[in-house]
Every structure is written in C-alpha cells, then in structure tokens.
C-alpha cells in the first residue's frame, strides 16, 4: 500500500483494466480513504470520475467539505456527490457506473479477491516492507529494523514466479534456498539479522510448487573466540599492544584518549582445520564497534561493517592454521573537538547560542553550540596555525565538559559458522 496525496490523485490518477493508476505507472486494485467524512469538492469529483470509470473505492460516504471556501455551497456539493456514488442509504456496497464503493477496507479486499499483499510466519514480528513491479518481476524490499534477529516464513502474493534473494549490502543474488508456492502464494524462509534488509525479487517463471530439499549438512561448530591482546595503530603513527577491547577514552594517553580517525588492531589467529570443512559460511563477529570497521584477513579485504550486527564473511580468505586479521576501526571527529578545548583558542566563536526547542528536563532552552564569528587571518594567509588544536569548524558544539564517545573495537571478538 502506498500513501496519496490529493494533488497527485487530482493532477493524474486514472482507471486502466479497472485499476486506479498514476502517471507514473503505479496501479492499485482500488482506493483506501482516511477514516472520515469529510473531502474537498474537487476531490469528490475525482472519486465520482475514477468511480464511474471502473474504478473501486473504499471508505465513509463524504458528507462535508473541511473547507470554509465556498461555504456553505461547498458542504452541500460534496454530500450531493457522496449520496449519488455511496448511495443514499449508505449501504456496505454500492455501484455507481462501471465501479464500486464499499464501506470497509476489508469489503474491497474480499471483492477483489485479495489477500494480504504480505505477511509472515510468525505473524506481527516487527518487518517493514514495500512491493513495487518493473516488468515481469515482482520486488520486495522487507526490513528487520529492530536490535534482535528474526526468523520467519516471508508469504508473498505471487505465484508461479521462483524467488531470488538479493543482498544489495553485499552484492549478491541467488536463489532463496527453501521456498513453497501454495494457493497463489510463495512461502520463502528469510532469516534476518537484526539491523538489516533483504530484496525478495520473483521474476523467473517456475511449473515447480517448491524448491528441492535441502542436503544434510554437517553440525556447526561452536564459535571460536578470538581472545587475548592486539597490536594497536593509531594513524598519527603511534603502535602499542592493547591487552583488553576497552575504548580509547580510557586511555591516560591524550593522543589516544582524544584521538578522532582510523587505527587498526592486529592480530594472529589460529584456526583448527575441523572448523573450516563444515561446508557453511564463516563469519567474523566484531561485537560492538565503535563506529565503522574495514576487515581484512591474511591481506584480503573482506568488506566494511557498519551497522549492528557488526559480522562479515571472512570464509574465502580463511585458511587453517595461522591466520592474520587487521581490524580498521574509524570513530567520528567529536573526541578530537572535545580535546581541543583543552588547547588555547585560535578562533572567535559567539557566546554559547540556546535555542527552544532543545530543553533539559526542566524545561529550559539547552546550549546549541558556539559560532564562528570571523575565519581567523592565520587560515585567510595560509599561515601555521598558532595552537595546537588538530580540527577547524565554523560550529562548535563541544566543551570541555561534553562526554567524550566510545570508540574503537570493544568486541567480543568471535568467528562463528553459520
């Protein structure tokens, strides 16, 4: 379901093959109104039009304009409309024309033989999702937007058609391993992290009910935690070992404490043959990052993680026995900010600026920031800036009593075979 504004149903919407269709393509079984009486006369001449062309319309009767134009004429126009396409009675159902109207949505959907255009198994787990066609192929985007993963049953509203999976994170397309067309419908098994999506593309015709069954494959292994200390890089240069994943802000060391940019962990793993020959994918579990992470094991680049779960494939680059992993973990600039006001100042800002509609829990307007007042003549001459600040803003919303934000790799690290 897609939602319409009046301008577009007003500037284009037409009936084709008794479906209400936009200019831009868009087509729909039939029209759901909001949930009340009241329409603009033009848009009750629109209704009247799609209506009488073929058209199916689901709602109340409109009985009043919400508008004082043209009042009271305008009331009487859109009760005089609504009685001749609704009915006088206002009746469940009514044709008008070459169309209907029908009181409820679930009245039109049993009209036209619809069933829910989407649905799962478990029902109501929290997925988000959209339907679009381009040709032959129907697209579906479906969302686990939520902090869990969740497994499920995906019931689409097609048949006929094989399902594809496409993983635009990754880049990559295949066929959905277990899928079941039943009743004009396709069951598809999805499995979705939590934080992520899935494109579900039916576009290959198939004679098949269902896919074939699935081979037996070999028990997972138990995760394989990658415990003990790494070799920390900092990008100004600076290399230590690291005993323990604890953020960066707990260091003594400024440089580290304050420090905004990319630093690479590294570390040498040891990976017993029987973890690799299970036949399933290996995948490097990062725990918690702090904010964004470039994996690459034994030199090969395996991608960049950046959103929760924090997991990428590593399979191809594995190997058993000794294995080394680079971990490139990037944190934003707000530390570094933070840090410099610890410096002297170089630049003038305005005084701290509030604003209304950021308040503190009494009520009273939250300091915004501080603005830049001029660009500096040491920037405007090209000349060394005199202080040891390392960022230039023109907004500063830092103090130095702004809480500084975790950042780096703070795990658990762990492989796992999924």
Sequence with gaps: ADTISSRDLLEGACVKDGRITLPSGRSYSFLQLPDSTQMTPSVALKLKALVSAGGIVAGPRPVASPSLQDFPGADAEVAAIGREVWGESAAPENTFGNGRVFATT?????????????????????????????????????????????????????????????????????????????????????????????????????????????????????????EGSWDLTFAHGQTLPYPALVSWTQSAQPAIKYFSGTATYRKTVMVPAAFLNSGRPVWLDLGVVKELARVLVNGTDCGVAWHAPFRLEVTPALKAGENTLEIEITNTWANRMIGDEFEAEDCRFTEAIKQNYFKDKSGKPLPVGRMLVEFPEWLLQGKPRPSNRQTFCVWNYFTQDSPLMESGLLGPVALMVK
């Excluded at 097609?158 to 004009?184: M, Q």
């Design 106 to 226: 679930k009245q039109a959907l049993d009209a036209c033989k619809l069933g829910p255009d989407f649905s799962s198994r478990p029902a109501n787990v929290g997925l988000r999702y959209t339907h679009r066609r381009d040709g032959a192929a129907d697209i579906y985007f479906v969302s686990n937007r939520s902090d869990s993963p969740i497994n499920f049953t995906g019931i689409f509203r097609v048949a006929g058609k094989i399902p594809e999976l496409w993983d635009a994170e990754r880049g990559r397309i295949g066929t959905a391993p277990v899928w079941n067309i039943k009743d004009g419908f396709t069951e598809v098994d999805l499995d979705l992290p939590a934080n992520t999506s899935i494109f579900v593309v039916l576009q290959k015709p198939t004679t098949e009910p269902a896919s074939a069954p699935l081979p037996a494959s070999k028990p997972a292994p138990a995760p394989l935690a990658v």
